[in-house]
């Protein structure tokens, strides 16, 4: 079944602004770190942020440091990916991943999301 579902993608000019969303059916979801990652074509996918369980700490791709914002939302078992000032080297698929993660960078999640597009036109 379908645990994590990301929305929130589409086609922006550069300078824009794009708020993700990841929903979660997972019922462990308040004990779990969430990350964003992101792929794009040929190239490996990266870390670009992520939070721990309880919202207070956060990590953030230098690439991405002042531009993305991360935040949850226990109540309604969703994460947010705060995107601003996106450049075109931001386009890419941006995954959602969820998991019992202490090292919040590691791609070691035990949860994807099938991703949504982001597209950024120069």
């Known amino acids: 079944q379908v645990q994590l579902v990301e929305s929130g993608g589409g086609l922006v000019q550069a300078g824009g602004s794009l708020r993700l969303s990841c929903a979660s059916s997972l019922r462990t979801f308040r004990n779990l770190s969430m990350g964003w990652f992101r792929q794009a074509p040929g190239k490996e996918r990266e870390f670009v942020t992520a939070?721990?369980?309880?919202?207070?700490?956060?990590d953030y791709a230098d690439s991405v440091k002042g531009r993305f914002t991360i935040s949850r939302e226990s109540a309604e078992n969703t994460v947010y990916l705060q995107m601003s000032n996106l450049k075109p080297e931001d386009t890419a698929l941006y995954y959602c991943?969820?998991?019992?993660?202490?090292?919040?960078?590691?791609?070691?999640?035990?949860?994807w999301g099938q991703g949504t597009q982001v597209t950024v036109s120069s």
């Open positions: 991943a969820a998991g019992p993660r202490t090292n919040l960078q590691s791609p070691l999640y035990d949860y």
């Open positions: 939070i721990n369980w309880s919202g207070s700490i956060t």
